[in-house]
C-alpha cells in the first residue's frame, strides 16, 4: 500500500545481502521528470525522444530540442540520464515526414537506421543534445543497433558534432557516455564485441522478445509467444550482462521486463545493473529488491537456466517465491 511504499522514497535500491542496483524511469517527456522524481527514481534509464516529433506537423528544431533535454538534465540534478536517439519507424509514425510503404515496417527503415540515413535530422538532434550535456549526467543511447558498423557510424558522427561545437568554443561535457539499445537478437548475440565500444548496454526487452520469437509485440493472435521467460530470451540477457561485465561496463534494461514481478529475481541474479521502468512500478520494485536476497537466487540460477520452456521457468519461480525467502 501506499503508505508502506513511501518508506522506499529517497533510500537507494539494496537487497537483503547488500547489493545495490538502480532503479531508474522511463519516460516520453520531460514533464513525466517530476513523477519519476516523486515516485523515487535514482535516474532516467530511457527517455524516448521520439514523443518530441510525434504529433505535430514538422522537425523539431535544434532550439527545441535543447530545452526539452535541458529540462530533464537540469531536473534530474545530476542523476544518470539515458536519452535515446529517434526511434521512430515501426509503428512510430512522424505525420509531417510519409515514409515509403513497407511491407514488414517492423524490419524496415525505423530507429538508427533511419537516423544513419537522414543524417542532417540525426546531426541536429545530436547537437541538441551535446549542448544539453553541461546540464547534468547525461548518457546518449541509440536504439536498434543490429551491428557494429551501425554502432561505429553513429558513435563517429557523434564524435565529429562534438568537436565541431568544441571548435566553435560551444562547451560540451567530457563525460557523457555513448550506450546502446540491445534488443535486436544479433547485437545479443555478440554482445562481447559491442561491450567493448560501447560504455554500456540497456537491453530493450519489448523488441528483443519480439525478434527473438518473431511475433509481432502489438498482434494479439500471436501474443502466446511474446514469453519473457522463454529460455532463448533469458540466455540472452545472460549473454549481454555477462558480456558487459566482463568489459567492466555497466547493464541496464528498459524493456517492459525489467518491472516484471517472476523476472526480477533472475535479473538480480544475473546481475543486472539497472532497472528502468515506468515511474508508478518504481516503488513497489523497490520494497520487493529490498526483501529478495541476491546470492540466494544465484542458488537458483543454473537450475532456471537449465530449464527447456517458459512455462517451466513460470512455474518454478511461482514456486520459490511462494515459499517466500
Ligand atoms: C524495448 O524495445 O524494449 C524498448 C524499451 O524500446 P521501445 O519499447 O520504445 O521500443
Ligand atoms: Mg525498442
Known amino acids: ?153 553513429a558513435k563517429a558522427i557523434l564524435i565529429q558534432e562534438k568537436e565541431q561545437l568544441i571548435s566553435k568554443g560551444i562547451a560540451v561535457s567530457e563525460s557523457i557516455e555513448i550506450g546502446m539499445m540491445v534488443e535486436v537478437p544479433s547485437a545479443a548475440v555478440i554482445a562481447d564485441h559491442f561491450a567493448k565500444e560501447a560504455d554500456f548496454l540497456s537491453i530493450g526487452t519489448n523488441d528483443l522478445i519480439q525478434y527473438t520469437l518473431a511475433a509481432d509485440r502489438m498482434n494479439e493472435r500471436v501474443s502466446y509467444l511474446y514469453q519473457p521467460y522463454h529460455p532463448a530470451i533469458l540466455r540472452l540477457v545472460k549473454n549481454v550482462i555477462d558480456a558487459a561485465h566482463q568489459q567492466g561496463k555497466w547493464v541496464g534494461m528498459c524493456g517492459q521486463m525489467a518491472e516484471d514481478d517472476i523476472a526480477i529475481p533472475i535479473l538480480l541474479a544475473l546481475g543486472l545493473d539497472e532497472f528502468s521502468m515506468s515511474a508508478s512500478s518504481i516503488l513497489k520494485a523497490r520494497s520487493r529488491i529490498s526483501q529478495l536476497s541476491k546470492s540466494k537466487w544465484e542458488g537458483h540460477l543454473s537450475h532456471i537456466m537449465s530449464l527447456s520452456t517458459a512455462e517451466e521457468v513460470e512455474h518454478f519461480m511461482k514456486e520459490i517465491i511462494g515459499k517466500r525467502n
Do not use: W
Open 1 to 153: 500500500n501506499k503508505v508502506e511504499m513511501t518508506k522506499y522514497l529517497n533510500k537507494p535500491t539494496v537487497t537483503l545481502d547488500g547489493h545495490r542496483v538502480e532503479l531508474a524511469a522511463n519516460i516520453g517527456t520531460p514533464e513525466d521528470v517530476k513523477g519519476a522524481i516523486e515516485n523515487g527514481s535514482e535516474g532516467i534509464g530511457l527517455y524516448r525522444t521520439e514523443f518530441l516529433y510525434m504529433g505535430r506537423d514538422s522537425f523539431p528544431s535544434e532550439e527545441e530540442q535543447y530545452e526539452a533535454y535541458k529540462s530533464v538534465l537540469d531536473c534530474m540534478k545530476n542523476r544518470p540520464t539515458v536519452i535515446r536517439t529517434l526511434d521512430c519507424g515501426g509503428d512510430k509514425e512522424l505525420p509531417y515526414f510519409k515514409l515509403p510503404d513497407e511491407m514488414n515496417p517492423y524490419l524496415g527503415l525505423r530507429a538508427i537506421r533511419l537516423s544513419l540515413e537522414m543524417q542532417d535530422m540525426f546531426r541536429t538532434q545530436l547537437r541538441a543534445l551535446l549542448r544539453a550535456s553541461v546540464h547534468g549526467n547525461l548518457k546518449i543511447m541509440f536504439p536498434m543497433i543490429a551491428t557494429l558498423d551501425e554502432f561505429r557510424k
